[in-house]
């Protein structure tokens, strides 16, 4: 995808007062590429039928006046993990974007973000786009879009933070999921078993339309 068909895509996510099932806002992003691992494999094993999409560059606003208060409901709350009733997101993002030297930096960690995903998964790859924004003469969003393609999305082992190889960054064998505007799979949250049998179903109705049946003489 070029820079205008993905600008065209995240316009409406930027005007909008939430994150969602595809799409997904950093302010900016560490060093540490394992961070945000586990969000590329929420986004491909979502029950979404597109591309999704991690927009550097973006964070909520500061000022309390410019948050709308949402009613939360009895789902939202066990969701949320929340006892509260309501929440306040952001009338509008702040869409900052990126200096020249932290776009330099994004596109390194990207590399590196290629070459994990590449080394450590089970299954399936995740296919990733990553595409600058310019938004101004000195400003750019950077976009991490996520394909979607057919298979199940898990590592082969614990990656740990690069920070702290003590704590674990993603699972093995976790099958994380993007719910709503949240991942799921980590810590105490853990993707539900219809979630599992959806992702395995799709991905094994995949493979069978997708071999094709030997002729007699091949037999």
């Given at each position: 995808?070029?820079?205008?068909?993905?600008?065209?895509?995240?316009?409406?996510?930027?005007?909008g007062?939430t994150?969602?099932?595809?799409?997904?806002?950093k302010?900016?992003?560490?060093?540490?590429?394992s961070?945000?691992?586990k969000?590329?494999?929420?986004?491909?094993?979502?029950d979404?039928?597109g591309?999704?999409?991690?927009?550097?560059?973006?964070?909520?606003?500061?000022?309390?006046?410019?948050?709308?208060?949402?009613?939360?409901?009895?789902?939202?709350?066990?969701?949320?993990?929340?006892?509260?009733n309501y929440?306040?997101?952001?009338?509008?993002?702040?869409?900052?974007?990126?200096?020249?030297?932290?776009?330099?930096?994004?596109?390194?960690f990207?590399?590196s973000?290629?070459?994990?995903?590449?080394?450590?998964?089970?299954?399936?790859?995740?296919?990733?786009?990553?595409?600058?924004?310019?938004?101004?003469k000195?400003?750019?969003?950077?976009?991490?879009?996520?394909?979607?393609?057919?298979?199940?999305?898990?590592?082969?082992?614990?990656?740990?933070?690069?920070?702290?190889?003590?704590?674990?960054?993603?699972?093995q064998?976790?099958?994380?999921?993007?719910?709503?505007d949240?991942?799921?799979?980590?810590?105490?949250?853990?993707?539900?078993?219809?979630?599992?049998?959806?992702?395995?179903?799709?991905?094994?109705?995949?493979?069978?339309?997708?071999?094709?049946?030997?002729e007699?003489?091949?037999?």
């Amino acid at each position: 995808m070029n820079e205008r068909e993905v600008y065209l895509k995240i316009k409406p996510m930027l005007e909008g007062m939430t994150e969602g099932i595809y799409w997904d806002f950093k302010k900016t992003l560490t060093d540490d590429v394992s961070e945000i691992m586990k969000d590329i494999l929420a986004f491909s094993n979502s029950d979404y039928n597109g591309d999704s999409y991690i927009i550097v560059g973006v964070s909520e606003t500061d000022s309390k006046d410019e948050l709308t208060k949402i009613a939360l409901t009895s789902d939202d709350r066990k969701r949320l993990n929340t006892d509260a009733n309501y929440i306040y997101v952001p009338s509008k993002w702040n869409v900052h974007g990126l200096s020249e030297a932290d776009l330099n930096k994004m596109k390194q960690f990207s590399a590196s973000l290629s070459e994990k995903l590449s080394t450590n998964m089970l299954i399936s790859h995740p296919r990733c786009e990553y595409v600058p924004i310019q938004i101004n003469k000195s400003r750019w969003l950077y976009v991490i879009v996520i394909k979607k393609i057919p298979g199940v999305f898990i590592s082969k082992k614990d990656i740990f933070h690069s920070y702290d190889e003590t704590k674990v960054a993603v699972k093995q064998g976790v099958i994380y999921v993007r719910i709503a505007d949240t991942t799921i799979g980590a810590k105490t949250e853990v993707a539900s078993a219809a979630e599992h049998i959806r992702i395995w179903k799709k991905y094994i109705d995949w493979l069978e339309s997708n071999t094709e049946t030997p002729e007699v003489g091949d037999i």
